[in-house]
């Protein structure tokens, strides 16, 4: 049997590719072209891997479990809304298989029994001579460890003592000792969000990735505030 010719089909664009000439592989869960030279297909041919270590990443950069809020003006310049969405799912894919398929703060693996899944998370550092926002490493964390990182997201969803408990358990931090670290990581979260910061992704554009743009910076905490008010849980 001749090698297929894999092609990257989004779920949202399956009966498009479909009509195009594309078969499904029940067994990959993957879309494939039936021959080559199919013009219809070849926006869906698949791209070059994404190298696992992206250009001037820092993989020791924010290491560990702690509370990192982001800051309000720079809501949706995660890197989810500033991908184009095929490229978001070349990326999380190399993240977790470069992971090991395990959380890189708690070392949890998957678990869809109880609902523990794993999720990509960005590490940022915040230049305020500059007021620069720059991607320095991208990892893996489960549902918990991000939960956990994303306080701020959990105190709104009424999570904010299964959060606590998790850092605790992580850490190994006394109580008071993780409430003061929450208290500083949000000191500094009203701090930043106070300046409008220039977001700088050469990390993923100069690995090829291709950008989305996120919404203006005027506009992303209403935006925010409507998505929790229409959804509080998440």
Same mark, same amino acid.
């Given at each position: 049997?001749?090698?297929?010719?894999?092609?990257?089909?989004?779920? !949202?664009?399956?009966?498009? /590719?479909?009509?195009? @000439?594309?078969?499904?592989?029940?067994?990959?869960?993957?879309?494939?072209?039936?021959?080559?030279?199919? %013009? !219809?297909?070849? #926006?869906?041919?698949?791209?070059?891997?994404?190298?696992?270590?992206? %250009? @001037?990443? $820092?993989?020791?950069?924010?290491?560990?479990?702690?509370?990192?809020?982001? %800051?309000? +003006?720079?809501?949706?310049? =995660?890197?989810? +809304?500033?991908? *184009?969405?095929? $490229?978001? =799912?070349?990326?999380?894919?190399?993240?977790?298989?470069?992971?090991? =398929?395990?959380? !890189?703060?708690?070392?949890?693996?998957?678990?869809?029994?109880?609902?523990?899944?794993?999720?990509?998370?960005?590490?940022?550092?915040? $230049?305020?001579?500059?007021?620069?926002?720059?991607?320095?490493?991208?990892?893996?964390?489960?549902?918990?460890?991000? +939960?956990?990182?994303?306080?701020?997201?959990?105190?709104?969803?009424?999570? +904010? &003592?299964?959060? &606590?408990?998790?850092? #605790?358990?992580?850490?190994?931090?006394?109580?008071? &000792?993780?409430?003061?670290?929450? *208290?500083?990581?949000? /000191?500094?979260?009203? #701090?930043?969000?106070?300046?409008?910061?220039?977001?700088?992704?050469?990390?993923?554009? *100069?690995?090829?990735?291709?950008? /989305?743009?996120?919404?203006?910076?005027? $506009?992303?905490?209403?935006?925010?505030?409507?998505?929790?008010?229409?959804? %509080?849980?998440?």
């Amino acid at each position: 049997m001749a090698e297929r010719l894999w092609l990257d089909v989004l779920f !949202e664009e399956k009966d498009e /590719a479909k009509a195009a @000439g594309a078969r499904y592989d029940p067994a990959t869960k993957c879309w494939y072209a039936p021959r080559a030279g199919i %013009p !219809e297909l070849e #926006r869906w041919a698949l791209r070059p891997p994404i190298p696992t270590l992206l %250009p @001037g990443e $820092d993989r020791s950069f924010g290491t560990g479990l702690f509370v990192d809020l982001v %800051p309000s +003006s720079c809501w949706f310049t =995660n890197v989810r +809304s500033c991908v *184009d969405k095929r $490229d978001w =799912n070349r990326l999380r894919t190399m993240i977790y298989s470069r992971a090991g =398929n395990l959380c !890189e703060a708690c070392g949890a693996s998957r678990d869809n029994q109880t609902s523990r899944y794993l999720e990509a998370h960005e590490r940022w550092d915040y $230049d305020d001579a500059t007021a620069t926002q720059t991607l320095r490493r991208l990892i893996c964390l489960c549902t918990a460890c991000h +939960s956990a990182t994303h306080y701020g997201l959990a105190r709104i969803r009424g999570k +904010s &003592s299964e959060a &606590s408990a998790h850092l #605790r358990a992580v850490t190994g931090l006394s109580t008071p &000792s993780i409430n003061r670290h929450i *208290d500083g990581a949000f /000191a500094t979260w009203k #701090r930043r969000s106070g300046h409008a910061w220039t977001l700088d992704l050469s990390m993923l554009t *100069d690995a090829g990735i291709r950008l /989305a743009p996120p919404p203006d910076a005027a $506009d992303r905490g209403k935006i925010a505030h409507a998505q929790l008010r229409t959804d %509080p849980t998440g």
